[in-house]
Structures are given as structure tokens and as C-alpha cells.
């Protein structure tokens, strides 16, 4: 599934280009995705305006001059392009050759500045899915959501509070996403090699006996906020499903220290550690025994 940088380079893609444009029409090409398209879906589109393309978590949220909010969930194989258009910028998701039996929506669009564009929605597994929303709080894809990252919300307070008391593992409790929201596998296990943390330990050992949190715990953070800013500049990651619209791929895979990386020697210095992968609620965790402590 595509993390936080994944859908940012996503969202940064696809808003110079659809922000200021009026929707003139929606064609969905089967009934459903992950879950059926919202009743009236493609009428309460058409006519509006999008006045801003956002993102909350892992979710794509456009917008509508209407009051409206287009929510989309990419899934696992889910794509935007522009049909006989490439993008300049990124917009980085799905790797394989787009088939156009799987465009399951098309819209017509007129920007003030590019003119008439034909944007589709590719989505070869289904994974993905498109809700429409007024307030936030109505969505049960949002409403109990934790702070974004960047946002002053995310710190090592917060989490010192979220923590206390929590036998959970620490990898697990960062993948909660009313805990933090955007955060995925790869990522977690990049910012806890970062901290020198193991993702078995549970997490309340990262709190102090008067409830504060721990040095740990405040590089945790801060590798948190590091790792995804530095994700998101490198366009996101691509493993089996990632490309841009016009065909290019993320690259900070290349910038994995721990992810995939069993067998290999810990890239911290002077670590003689080699790198170990352990299964944690049905998900690989990959770590350094030596450097990344209990």
C-alpha cells in the first residue's frame, strides 16, 4: 500500500493541474472499486470546481467548490494520468504498463490555464476506493485519525502520552493510525533504525516513570519527521507498484538503510551488526541486533 511520501508526491503531481479546473464530466466504467462508488457519485462531481488538491494520511482529498470533498485511496495498484498528456512534475504511483481495460473513470475537465484535459483513474487490483464527504468528521476514513507528522501535533509529548502504560510494540504502535496518520512499514522500520530502536520493544519503555518521554523517544520523532521529509523529496519509494504518470519510478528505495535489507552489514558506523528480519503481525520487520537496542 502507498505510504504518507507516496500519496504527497501524488497529491504535489496532480494539483498544479486540476486545482481551478471545473469538472464538465464523470464516466465511471464499472459500478465499484475496494467498495461501491458513493451514490450519485459522478453527478455531485460534475459541474464543480476543484479549488484544492489535499492530502490527510494516506488519502487524496480534492476539494469541490460545492462544499464537497472527493476522498481517493489509491489501494495498492491505483494511478491518475492524463490521457494523451504527461506530467511534468511528478506523480508517482504504479509501476507496471497501464492496460486501459483497467480505467475504471474518466473526467473531463476544463482548466483556465491548460485547457481541456481527460484525467483517468487506473486500477489493475481494485484495492482502491472514492468516497464524497462534507465535513471530515463524517468520513469514517478520517474522523478518528492522529496529527500528521509535520504538523506541531506530532511529538515526542504526544506520543509519551499515547504510550504510557502500552505493552504494544513500538513498530505496531506507529503503524496505529490513530496514533500518528500516514505512517506504513517502510517507513516505521527506516525511522526506528534511524533512533537506534528495536520495533519489538514495547513502547512504553520509551516513557519515563513521571510520564515523560525518553531521549528515545524524542530522536524517534524527529526520525519520523526526517526519514518522510527526505522520502517525499526523493518522489517516494518503488517496490513492485510505484511509477510516476509519465513512466519514472521514486527513488529512495536506494536510500533504504534496514527495509529489505536482510543479511546485509548495518550501515551505521563502526557496527559490526548484520542486518535481521523478524515477522510482526504478519508484516516483515527489518533490524539491526546490534545498534538498535531494547
Known amino acids: 500500500m502507498p505510504e504518507l511520501p507516496e500519496v504527497e508526491t501524488v497529491r504535489r503531481g496532480l494539483a498544479p493541474w486540476l486545482t481551478g479546473a471545473r469538472i464538465l464530466e464523470v464516466d465511471l466504467r464499472r459500478p465499484d472499486l475496494r467498495f461501491p462508488f458513493p451514490e450519485g457519485f459522478a453527478k455531485a462531481l460534475e459541474g464543480a470546481t476543484i479549488t484544492g488538491v489535499d ?9 469541490l467548490s460545492t462544499g464537497h470533498t472527493w476522498l481517493s485511496h489509491l489501494g495498492m ?4 494520468r492524463f490521457e494523451k498528456f504527461t506530467f511534468k512534475e511528478a506523480s508517482r504511483y504504479y509501476e ?9 473513470m474518466l473526467m473531463r475537465l476544463e482548466h483556465p490555464q491548460h485547457g481541456p ?6 486500477d489493475p487490483r481494485r484495492f482502491g476506493f472514492m468516497a464524497l464527504f462534507r465535513n ?4 469514517p476514513f478520517l474522523a478518528d485519525l ?4 509535520f504538523s506541531n501535533s506530532f511529538n515526542a509529548r504526544d506520543m509519551a502520552d499515547r504510550f504510557q502504560k502500552k505493552a504494544t510494540p513500538i513498530k505496531a504502535a506507529l503503524l496505529d493510525q490513530r496514533v500518528v496518520a500516514g505512517l506504513g512499514n517502510i517507513y516505521v522500520s527506516e525511522a526506528l ?3 537506534h530502536i528495536r520495533p519489538d520493544v514495547k513502547a512504553q519503555t520509551l516513557v519515563t516513570a513521571r510520564g515523560e518521554p525518553s531521549v528515545r523517544l524524542d530522536l524517534l520523532a524527529r526520525a519520523v519527521r526526517d526519514v518522510l521529509t527526505e522520502a517525499i523529496e526523493a518522489g517516494g519509494s518503488t517496490l513492485r507498484d ?8 521514486g527513488y529512495f528505495q536506494h536510500s533504504f538503510k534496514v527495509y529489505d535489507r536482510e543479511g546485509e552489514p548495518c550501515p551505521t558506523p563502526g557496527c559490526a551488526g548484520v542486518i535481521e528480519r523478524i515477522v510482526q503481525s504478519g508484516r516483515s520487520s527489518f533490524f539491526c541486533p546490534v545498534c538498535q537496542t531494547g
Open 193 to 195: 533504525y534511524r533512533a
Open 77 to 80: 495498484t491505483g494511478s491518475y
Open 117 to 122: 484535459l481527460h484525467l483517468l483513474y487506473n
Open 242 to 249: 510505484f511509477r510516476d504518470a509519465d513512466g519514472g519510478s
Open 55 to 63: 492530502r490527510r494520511a494516506k488519502y487524496l482529498l480534492v476539494r
Open 136 to 139: 471530515e468528521a463524517d468520513s
Open 96 to 104: 507496471p504498463t497501464i492496460v486501459a481495460n483497467h480505467d475504471h
Open 146 to 149: 492522529g496529527p500528521e507528522p
